[in-house]
């Protein structure tokens, strides 16, 4: 049973457009909701994170948005750029313990 | 953001041999350590959970006689795969949580991906 739904498998914007990446959960005790930007061969790296206290968080182009009653939550890529192009991860734990990981979305950022 | 160094970050080992990948938490203290595993093109799929001064906890399918993992200090854990098949061959990666509550956060190390030939 997956508990983390992310969507849509891969993406395509143009430079300075959109990217939105959108997960849902099942499990009502995740309490702690990261995003992660993989390049290849790398390990990912924490984007930005909410709890579920909040329902939006703002880091400079990125920005969650959170939806308790709806299990909810997506990331919201500005302007984005050519080396926005990796693939992100949504998670959702309890206290940032052991992650239930969403299958990942490839982002293309075309010039 | 805090720094999770891992290491190597690439080996080639021939079948039957045994590997050991290293993860340190370069500018904090980690009771606990997450070892993954992730295929092409997939998600990280969780191997075990270490903690440190105690026995990790393997997630069901995974061996654990296998994966050794050995989370010795509070800044170090290795993962060491025995009798390593081509099959083994896969990214690992390791994570490491900082703080504590509300502000825990897991950081990553940087994968070591192994082939096995």
């Known amino acids: 049973q997956q508990q983390v739904k992310q969507s849509p498998q891969s993406l395509i914007v143009q430079k300075g457009g959109i990217s939105i990446i959108n997960c849902a959960y099942e499990n009502t005790a995740f309490d702690y909701f990261p995003w992660y930007q993989q390049f290849p061969g790398k390990g990912p790296a924490l984007l930005i994170a909410?709890?579920?206290?909040?329902s939006e968080k703002k880091e400079g182009r990125f920005t969650i948005s959170f939806n308790k009653s709806a299990k909810q939550f997506s990331l919201h890529i500005m302007d984005s750029q050519p080396g926005d192009s990796a693939t992100y991860f949504c998670a959702a734990s309890t206290n940032a313990g052991k992650s239930t990981f969403g299958d990942g979305t490839t982002l293309t950022v075309k010039p | 953001g805090a720094v999770v160094s891992q290491h190597p970050s690439r080996v080639i080992c021939k079948s039957g041999t045994s590997v050991k990948i290293e993860c340190r938490s370069l500018d904090f203290q980690a009771t606990t350590m997450f070892w993954y595993r992730q295929f092409p093109k997939q998600s990280l799929m969780l191997m075990a959970t270490?903690?440190?001064?105690?026995?990790?906890?393997?997630e069901q399918g995974v061996e654990k006689d296998k994966f050794l993992i050995n989370h010795a200090s509070l800044t170090l854990s290795t993962l060491t795969v025995t009798s390593a098949h081509p099959e083994d061959s896969s990214f690992y990666i390791c994570?490491?949580?900082?703080?504590?509550?509300?502000?825990?956060?897991?950081?990553f190390g940087s994968g070591t991906q192994l082939s096995v030939l």
């Open positions: 909410i709890r579920p206290d909040v």
């Open positions: 270490s903690n440190e001064g105690s026995k990790a906890t393997y």
């Open positions: 994570s490491a949580r900082e703080g504590s509550g509300f502000n825990e956060k897991l950081f």
